[in-house]
């Protein structure tokens, strides 16, 4: 199983950029899929999860109402748009997938399969 994840960047406050997950080796549409993120000097945080139909999409407080998490199962990608960044936004973003997810897990890091190599995202003020 591979997690390519693409698209960070250095962005100023209120841009938007979109990050990139590309998956293979895996049964894409029986994955749920997450992203995490780890801002410099702190631990990693859940960000949005979005289930394996597509339907059920679970964000953060902190990024509720800027990001949008979207999946493709036929390419078997999944994308996370972020709009009106804010330099509290700076970190490593990482991709994730777990079959096995349920509501009470989604937000541990540990209930998650597999891992991208992470994609840095960078806001300044």
């Known amino acids: 199983v591979q997690l390519q994840a693409s698209g960070g960047g250095l962005v100023q406050a209120g841009d938007s950029l979109r990050v990139s997950c590309a998956a293979s080796?895996?049964?894409?549409?029986?994955?749920?899929v997450a992203w995490f993120r780890q801002p410099p000097g702190k631990e990693r945080e859940f960000v949005a999860a979005?289930?394996?139909?597509?339907?059920?999409?679970h964000y953060a407080d902190s990024v509720k109402g800027r990001f949008a998490i979207s999946r493709d199962n036929d390419r078997k990608t999944a994308n996370l748009q972020m709009n009106s960044l804010k330099p509290e936004d700076t970190a490593v973003y990482y991709c994730?997938?777990?079959?096995?997810?349920?509501?009470?897990?989604?937000?541990?890091?540990?209930?998650?399969?597999?891992w991208g190599q992470g994609t840095l995202v960078t806001v300044s003020s």
């Open positions: 080796g895996l049964t894409f549409r029986s994955v749920t």
């Open positions: 994730a997938v777990g079959r096995s997810l349920i509501m009470s897990s989604l937000r541990r890091a540990q209930a998650y399969d597999y």
């Open positions: 979005i289930f394996r139909g597509g339907s059920s999409v």
